[in-house]
């Protein structure tokens, strides 16, 4: 309850800087370079972070990665112009060839691609486990093994991995952790306390908030974040343009509000779901139906408003349920205000078979408006509701 109130607080108030000539906003700083009177203010050491290149560090993006590494409660944050520019420099950082990761085999796709094929060309290896089994994990950590990739909860399924016993696992191993926080947010995860290395986002869903800005961070102590900091950021150059840092942070003031609201509606909808004759499974780990509910009740503060699920195999159904809604939209990603579909296969394990998934986004909407628009697209799409509906 507290920490909700200070998240309030923490992403509504700025610190009065007078560099800034007390703007309420911080202002964007545009410009690629900083000039020098002479060579003696270039060449004089002070304090702090001494501007020359927005490569390096430019002030709008300053400020956001200060406000990031706040809300995480981390030492230090990069910012990259997208979450897999933050997703790949984190790893990067953290391997050497002939080095091993281990990495759930749920992850973000184009993560999982990053990892498991593209590292391959520098010899380095990923073995990709069932994030849900600490066992399997222990099992799959080799003499050379130097990372554990986390990602909870999963973005198709939603299946956690306990995120304190494989930051103690990984500590005891001698391997450096990632985690990635974009599902549940700062509002409602807090990795780094649990014993993470590593936190990387996509800002690019909730943070933003609103679809109109890319964007990644990675945070955790200075040592770290200074690592990346020096070699992937500053030499891959994928970094944040401080016209996009200046939106996401707009984005940021509203994050704690927005999530309430977020997780008020995804609680709704997916019991109404779950109600549903049709309705196979509902995977979200907000339901006691979760078979995971437990440790997201203990891991969690709160749950986000992407949920998945299954009714029937018929692919080709799902989809013309889809085609039938009217307020969800069909599209990838999510965190903006409207709410999206999007009909996928997956296998909730690594030896399962592929079953087709609905993944819903929901958005701001009125979560009446959307129960309406879910139910009439079901029944549309020749779907039993059930209950005399
Ligand atoms: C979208 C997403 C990413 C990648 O972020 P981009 O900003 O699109 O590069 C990484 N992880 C998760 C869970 C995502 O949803």
Not at 184 to 190: D, R
Not at 260 to 272: D, F, K, L, N, V
Not at 305 to 319: H, N, Q
């Amino acid at each position: 309850m507290s920490k909700r109130k200070s998240l309030h607080t923490a992403v509504a108030h700025d610190e009065h800087d007078q560099r800034h000539y007390g703007a309420v906003t911080v202002p964007v700083y545009a410009n690629t370079l900083f000039t020098f009177e002479n060579y003696e203010e270039m060449d004089r050491d002070e304090p702090g972070i001494k501007y020359s290149y927005s490569r390096g560090d430019n002030p709008t993006v300053n400020a956001l990665e200060q406000r990031l590494a706040e809300l995480e409660g981390g030492a230090k944050a990069r910012c990259f112009a997208s979450g897999m520019g933050a997703i790949s420099a984190a790893v990067l950082s953290l391997v050497r060839t002939g080095e091993h990761i281990v990495c759930v085999d749920q992850a973000y796709g184009p993560a999982r691609e990053f990892m498991g094929r593209y590292l391959e060309r520098f010899g380095i290896a990923t073995t990709f486990v069932d994030g849900t089994e600490l066992g399997a994990i222990e099992d799959a950590v080799r003499e050379n093994t130097s990372l554990l990739y986390l990602e909870s909860p999963t973005s198709l399924f939603f299946q956690l991995q306990d995120v304190q016993a494989c930051a103690a696992l990984a500590r005891k191993r001698g391997l450096r952790t990632v985690i990635d926080n974009t599902w549940a947010t700062p509002c409602f995860q807090q990795p780094l306390a649990l014993g993470i290395d590593l936190v990387v986002h996509s800002l690019t869903k909730y943070i933003g908030g609103h679809s109109d800005a890319l964007g990644g961070v990675v945070i955790g102590s200075a040592e770290l974040v200074d690592a990346v900091s020096g070699s992937e950021h500053a030499l891959l150059g994928a970094v944040m343009q401080p016209q996009a840092a200046a939106t996401l942070l707009r984005g940021l003031r509203t994050l704690p509000l927005r999530m309430e609201r977020h997780q008020a509606s995804a609680g709704i909808i997916a019991r109404h779901l779950e109600s549903l004759r049709c309705v196979d499974r509902v995977h979200y780990p907000g339901l006691t139906s979760h078979p995971q509910h437990e440790l997201a009740q203990r891991q969690l503060s709160g749950f986000s408003s992407v949920l998945s699920f299954e009714a029937g195999t018929d692919i080709a159904r799902l989809k013309r349920f889809a085609d039938g809604l009217r307020l969800f939209r069909i599209g990838f990603s999510w965190g903006g205000y409207e709410s999206l579909v999007s009909i996928q296969t997956g296998r909730r394990t690594p030896a399962s078979e592929p079953v087709p998934v609905a993944r819903l986004y929901v958005g701001l909407e009125d979560p009446e408006d959307l129960v309406r628009d879910l139910d009439a697209a079901l029944r549309q799409a020749g779907f039993d509701l059930g209950g005399g509906t």
